[in-house]
């Protein structure tokens, strides 16, 4: 796949940051950015989407959407760690 910039350079493909997130896309050496719209649009359904934690025995569960576990790379079995940023709790790949 190939994609030309507005700058007239090709563009390269390219595995780009967007709110934490690793979307495709394609960078250009002049620095313009071309995300992927399918994977962006997926990116901010996730994080508007609310979870609601439970109680299962004395602990607290929350869900991760099947669509948000995709995009993160994660699935069941994997091992994660929780940490805090500020006041935000992190959930993160090991
Ligand atoms: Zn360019």
Redo the contacts with the bound molecule.
Sequence with gaps: MEMK?????Q?KEKELSLRGFTVKGFE?????KAYNPIEVEMVRKMVNESVKARTVANSLVVTVPAALAKLAGIKAGDELKWRMDRKHLVLETC
């Design positions: 910039c507005s700058c007239g350079k563009m250009c050496a002049c620095g313009q």
